[in-house]
């Protein structure tokens, strides 16, 4: 995949946590700059919420 992406190249990616550190990683070890690689988590609701204080 190395030579076929082109370093100008603005990656878009939507998932889960996990699917997204794996592929933003990939596509950094690839050699495409941060700043290209835009990414939206998307997951169980329950990950989106905030915990609630006790008291």
Do not use: S, W
Not at 33 to 54: C, D, H, S, V, W
């Amino acid at each position: 995949m190395q030579n076929t992406i082109d370093k100008n190249t603005v990656c878009y990616v939507c998932g889960p946590v996990p699917f997204l550190k794996a592929v933003v990683n990939i596509l950094e070890d690839l050699g495409l700059p941060e700043n290209n690689i835009r990414y939206e988590f998307f997951g169980p609701a329950m990950e989106l919420q905030k915990e609630k204080a006790t008291v």
